[in-house]
């Protein structure tokens, strides 16, 4: 069974500051994660994928893998209110034909306090 | 403009009904998908799709099944509606592989009475 966990939150972090948000997964085989960004009543929109351990920046995001602990996070720095939003964690894993959807997490629900 | 549209984007139906939702992309992929969002926001993935494979999540019932006309279609037909199916459906297009980004579909929201 392929799962992703997150913290539901509400996770509420103040303006310009640093946004962290965690996700563990339990697939081994799994090879790619995406973090997408939802808005209420939106679709999900990537913001960082990452594939390979270690750190990836991206403007004011960067993501983490590990691997090993099978953890994902993403920062936000210089949070801004157009960030708050639901954070979708997301792994792929392939299963050898490559049409595989992706397992998310239940998300974590931001919100950046002016 | 270059994206992935569905229609309708409310569905409000009966118990017992049968609806189908459509789904087109024309950023010339060759895989999509269909997810399904419940009232407590949980994305799931029902369908997978290319021209060589149809990967169904096993605990999708069989009363909801994927069409796909062409590359660029993929429709969800859902028969004998239940109260449970009433979600947020997202359809999804990528190139083929898990390292790639799927881009979303504005979604249909279903209501069953």
């Known amino acids: 069974q392929k799962e992703v966990e997150q913290n539901s939150g509400p996770l509420s972090v103040p303006e310009g500051a640093i946004a962290s948000l965690n996700c563990t997964y339990s697939?081994?085989?799994?090879?790619?994660f995406f973090w997408y960004r939802q808005y209420s009543g939106k679709s999900p929109e990537l913001i960082m994928f990452?594939?390979?351990?270690g750190d990836k920046e991206d403007g004011r995001f960067t993501a983490q893998l590990n691997k090993a602990s099978q953890y994902v996070s993403l920062l936000i720095r210089d949070s801004q209110p157009s960030d708050s939003a639901t954070y979708l964690c997301a792994g792929g894993t392939p299963s050898g034909g490559g049409a595989d959807g992706l397992t998310f997490g239940k998300g974590t629900h931001l919100i950046i306090q002016p | 403009d270059t994206a992935v549209s569905q229609t309708p984007k409310y569905l409000v139906t009966q118990m017992g009904n049968d609806k189908s939702i459509k789904c087109e992309q024309n950023?010339?992929?060759?895989?999509m998908y269909w997810y399904k969002q419940d009232s407590k926001k949980f994305l799931k993935i029902m369908f997978s799709y290319n021209n060589k494979e149809l990967i169904i999540n096993e605990t999708v019932p069989n009363r909801f099944s994927p069409k796909s006309p062409d590359k660029a279609h993929l429709n969800l037909h859902i028969n004998s509606l239940e109260l449970g199916d009433s979600a947020v459906y997202f359809c999804?297009?990528?190139?083929?592989?898990?390292?790639?980004?799927?881009?979303f579909g504005p979604g249909t929201r279903l209501t069953v009475l």
């Open positions: 990452i594939y390979s351990n």
């Open positions: 999804a297009s990528s190139h083929l592989g898990v390292e790639n980004e799927q881009f």
């Open positions: 697939d081994r085989g799994s090879q790619s």
């Open positions: 950023l010339g992929h060759d895989t």
